[in-house]
Every structure is written in structure tokens, then in C-alpha cells.
DNA sequence: AAACCGGGGCC
DNA sequence: GGCCCAGGTTT
């Protein structure tokens, strides 16, 4: 079907693992295809890594698990901000564990998605219960945590713990499809095949396998995007199989369909959070009701809401029309 | 496998 | 206005 690919595992020959940190720190061209397509990456990451509070060496693996769930569907901009509120206000599990949820859903603010902010203060409850208050550092501990999946187990687990784990993200997905399969953007739905190519990338210790994880997602974010990539700033640039194939378009453009927003109940449930939120007391009824007009839609998101936990029902009087207010 | 779940910024 | 973003859970 195709050609050899132009970058294979097999060309990455680990060579010295604990060689690298001392001495010439590839004073001009990081892109040597001799050498493999870790070392390469690792070698741009060393110059070009951002300054991001979650990587600072004071963290805690609890600050990277914040950050992880924070990062799942939002853009570090944006959450750059918020997880420094965040952190300073709930430190530890046992913080973010007791505070009321109410606030918890206040802080999480506009990052979207707000049940990834009640699964996080439940993933803390349970640190603190089962795990004694540590994030705990095995994949099936993690993976058992509320709001905890693949990926960002294996993300604690190498950016936390430093420890070897295969860190599959959209990033990385994208990275490898080009540099390896020479396609313009992964598939839509990662494969298992997709998972064993990239766990056969990985190297064999923990820390050059955590340098890694680290230096290919960060090449997927700065250089490697997925609208306009900067292909002349690339370490693999030239042994990457897509810019050889003249860099052509995406496979799987006629199946992506990206998801609707106005109109749907997702935008109506947003509304109904952000009154909610900037709301000190409960609020009546009639005044949800000013959150969106078209009553059935209304009343669904407003149901979805109460089944997921993200608001709560009072009703004083059964004569009353009843009230609504964030949990906790 | 597909649907559902926010919100903002950039082209 | 389409597209993308350090995904997870449910059906």
C-alpha cells in the first residue's frame, strides 16, 4: 500500500540513555536525522518548553491532576489563570474535598464542561478516602479515580510520578500521524493500533520516557498544529513522511462534523449554569426562565442539569413555583 | 461506535 | 461561520 514510512520506532535506537544532559546542548540544528525522532524531539523541547505553572518544580501531583482535567477540552490559555486561583485557594485533595460545591462550580467559572469540576472535587473526596490524601502513582489507582481516562492517568503518571507511560494525546496523535503514517491528522477515533504504535515509541526508562511524553506534546501545541504548522521550525521536518508526500490534505475531512453549539441544549445548559453561578441566593422559576425562551428545550437542560448534580431543586410551598441554586 | 457534554478565539 | 482545543462517560 505505502511506502516504508519515513520515521519508524526502529530507527530510534534508545543509543545512551543517560546521556544527553550535560554537555552540548545541540548548539544549532536540532533537526539531524541521524539521530532518532525521540532525541530529536527531547533536544527541541529542552529550548523551547513553556514556562507553565504545572511543570514548575514545585508541583504537586495533585497540582498536574488539576491541571490535566482542567486541560481536557480547554486551551492552556485559558486555563493558565484558573488553575493558579484554583491552586491557591484548594492546595490538597483534602481542601478542594471539603470545600462547599457551590463554590467548587463558582471557580470553575467558564472553563466548560462543568462536570469535569464536580468528577474533580469527587476525585479528591476519594484521594482522601481511599489513598490517604496522595495522588496515587499506579494506572489502575488513577484510572479508577471519577473523571480520570486514559490519558490523563498516563499523564499523572509521567508528569507527576515521571514514570514510563504511553501519553496519547491529540497532540501527540497528530504528531505521529504526520511524522510517521504521513497523514495530514490522525483518524477520528484513536485505534488500538494507534496506542501500540505509539507505546512502541516510548522509551524503555521512566525518565527518558516522561522527557517524552512532555517534548511530543509540546511540539503537537507550538509547532506541529493542527491548523497552520510551523514545518520550518520542526525537528522532524526532514524525515517526516507528510511534508515527503508534499503535505497533503486530510483523509477524513468529509467524516469530521464538528458538533453544533447554537441552539443546543449544551448552550442552554451553559446559560442556566452562568445564571446559577453569578446568583448569591436561589432562583425562582420565572427567573431561570429568562435563561432561554423555547420552554421544552428549557426544561431539558434544565433536568439534565439536576440528574448530572450541577443544580439543585427547592420548593418551600407546594403553591410556590420552585427554585433552583448550585449544589452544596 | 456514536452521542453527549462548554466556551472562546482564530482564520 | 467553521474549526480546534493536554477527553471522559454513557448508551
Known sequence: MHAAPALSPTSDAPGAPGSSPDGTAAGTA??????????????????HARDLPWRAPDRTPWGVLVSEVMLQQTPVVRVEPAWRAWMGRWPTPADLAA??????????????????ALRLQQCAQVVV?????????????LLALPGIGSYTAA????????????????????????AVDGHALPAPAQTRAEVERAAALVPDDDASAARW????????????????????????????????AGRPADLHAHRRRTQAWAGTDRQ??????????ESPVHVPEPVLDEAWSATPQRARALAGLLADGLVVEHQPHPDEPPSYALPG
Open 213 to 244: 511524553a512532555q517534548a511530543s506534546m509540546e511540539l503537537g501545541a507550538l509547532v506541529c498544529t493542527a491548523r497552520a504548522p510551523r514545518c520550518d521550525e520542526c525537528p522532524l521536518v526532514s524525515s517526516c513522511a507528510w511534508v515527503a
Open 99 to 116: 470545600a462547599p460545591t457551590a463554590d467548587v462550580l463558582r471557580a470553575w467559572d467558564r472553563l466548560g464542561y462543568p462536570r469535569r
Open 129 to 141: 478516602d481511599r489513598h490517604g490524601g496522595q495522588v496515587p502513582d499506579d494506572e489502575a489507582a
Open 30 to 47: 536540532a533537526d539531524v536525522p541521524e539521530r532518532g525522532v525521540v532525541d530529536r524531539v527531547v533536544s527541541w523541547y529542552d529550548e
Open 155 to 178: 499523564a499523572v503518571r509521567s508528569f507527576a510520578f515521571g514514570r514510563r507511560a504511553v501519553v496519547l494525546d491529540t497532540n501527540v496523535r497528530r504528531v505521529l500521524a504526520r
Open 268 to 277: 442552554v445548559r451553559g446559560r442556566i449554569m452562568a445564571l446559577l453561578r
